[in-house]
């Protein structure tokens, strides 16, 4: 078990960060909150969650210890695997999903691709009484800083398609939300909430 990774930021990628460790370079899965809080050449430290299948070992990093709980949590879920979770976590933050759970809110949970009505449903049923009431108290992930022009277009994508949607949806929903990131007053868009609207997007296909 690795419960958290502290190292130099050598890489970061669109759907990964790589921390360098006494000379070892750890590949992190990220959602795309968590990567714009990173700088290549900057010290960082990421919670972590090792995800072990036959075929393969991956590491999952999140912004602080909150995160990487519900994270976990979320997989003692039926049908909620690490890949579901990691899109729960890229669609809501960890209190928008503690609302939808507690209050029984089906439509904000199915804005998460891949979660149905049925799906939903089994969530609240089984995670109710187990989540916990929102943190509140000023916790917000941080806005990310975003690339300049149009680098927001390969942003959006790339998370897409590793959220496990296919090139051509990514696509479409990348043209579906490109008139939300019309800059204002030279402000560069926000990759992240443009994620969330592509996703919110594609679950309404």
């Known amino acids: 078990m690795i419960a958290f990774v502290r190292g130099t930021v050598a890489d970061v990628t669109l759907g990964s960060a790589v921390l360098e460790v006494g000379g070892v370079g750890l590949e992190l899965v990220c959602t795309p909150h968590t990567l714009a809080t990173l700088r290549i050449g900057s010290p960082a430290t990421l919670p972590t969650s090792m995800v072990v299948r036959e075929e393969s070992l991956t590491l999952f990093g999140f912004l602080d210890e909150d995160e990487k709980s519900l994270f976990e949590l979320l997989q003692t879920s039926s049908g909620v695997g690490p890949k579901l979770a990691q ?28 979660i149905g009505q049925k799906g939903a449903q089994r969530i609240i049923l089984e995670l109710k009484d ?20 149009d680098a927001w277009r390969a942003q959006v994508h790339a998370g897409l398609v590793g959220l496990g949607w296919s090139g051509k949806e990514a696509d479409h929903a990348v043209e579906a939300v490109a008139p939300d ?7 560069a868009p926000d990759v992240a909430a443009l994620l969330r609207a592509a996703l919110r997007t594609l679950s309404k296909a």
């Not at 917000?140 to 022009?149: C, D, G, N, Q």
Request: aromatic fraction near 0%; hydrophobic fraction near 40%; charged fraction near 20%.
């Open 181 to 187: 990131a019309d800059t204002v007053s030279g402000a």
């Open 87 to 114: 899109a729960m976590l890229a669609v809501l933050t960890p209190d928008e999903l503690r609302r939808a759970v507690t209050a029984g809110d089906v439509p904000t949970l199915t804005r998460v691709p891949g």
């Open 130 to 149: 187990r989540i916990g009431v929102p943190l509140g108290g000023g916790v917000h992930r941080p806005r990310p800083a975003v690339p300049a022009e």
